[in-house]
């Protein structure tokens, strides 16, 4: 067995694999040519752990997968291209630039895979980084960040994995409830108006597409354990000059 090439090859087959979670979070690289995709790189990968189950994974055999690898990458290139080059694509990415709310939102559905409408406008919660290095940040910093915020905005996400939103389609990530092991959540207002609204359904996540999301929000202050490990309560005292600090900054504060 050639280590060298098989390194390459079980490389190649992960590429393929991180290549389909970015194709497959759009309908289009779920069906037609996406499908055969990934049906084919399931193949490969059978293919390639029979053959070194049975010390059959010679050179010959692990360079003749490798170049099959290599042709699926280059074939899923070719197809999140070709998805991000279609009409409604582009139509999507020009209404979330004008801020078009109401052609974005009849877009997005038909581009990204399991959005789910969110009715109404309800509460939203966005938590806050409350710790450095396994320690609470200085109060100072978390009120800082709490007025970006509200003075500019949630900032939006868009990566090219996560589901429901890429780099020319980014949302802002809240939660439909307060995560119960964040001491430090921003609840935004149910008066909120005009971006779309989607569920992701295999996470709960809520997207909300806009560049910055502007909304009134109200920090929650809230007694959690300091870690998943530990049941111990967080610091008192930080807690409450936490919320002095954020009340004197102008900052609705709730202890919740």
Do not use: N
Not at 77 to 96: G, K, N, Q, S, W
Not at 180 to 187: A, I, M, T
Not at 227 to 253: F, M, Q, S
Request: with cysteine; glycine share 8%.
């Amino acid at each position: 067995m050639d280590e060298a090439v098989v390194g390459e090859l079980e490389a190649a087959i992960a590429d393929v694999g991180a290549l389909l979670v970015r194709v497959r979070k759009y309908r289009r690289g779920q069906t037609g040519a996406g499908a055969t995709l990934l049906d084919e790189a399931l193949a490969l990968g059978d293919r390639a752990r029979r053959l070194h189950r049975h010390e059959a994974l010679d050179a010959a055999a692990a360079r003749a997968l490798l170049a099959e690898a290599e042709a699926l990458f280059a074939r899923g290139r070719e197809l999140l291209a070709a998805v991000r080059a279609t009409p409604e694509y582009r139509a999507a990415v020009a209404a979330h630039a004008a801020g078009d709310a109401a052609a974005l939102a009849a877009a997005l559905p038909a581009i990204f895979v399991g959005l789910e409408a969110v009715g109404g406008r309800p509460d939203l919660f966005y938590p806050v980084a409350w710790q450095r290095r396994g320690k609470p940040r200085p109060v100072a910093d978390i009120v800082a960040e709490v007025q970006r915020c509200r003075d500019d905005g949630l900032p939006a996400e868009g990566d090219d994995v996560a589901p429901g939103t890429d780099p020319e389609l980014p949302a802002v990530v809240l939660q439909g409830e307060a995560p119960p092991d964040e001491p430090v959540v921003l609840r935004c207002s149910a008066a909120m108006r005009g971006q779309p609204i989607y569920r992701l359904a295999d996470t709960g996540e809520v997207l909300v597409y806009a560049p910055r999301l502007r909304a009134p929000f109200t920090v929650l202050l809230r007694d959690t354990s300091a870690g998943e490990d530990d049941d111990a309560p967080l610091d008192p005292a930080w807690r409450t000059a936490l919320g002095a600090a954020l009340a004197a900054a102008g900052v609705p504060v709730e202890d919740a």
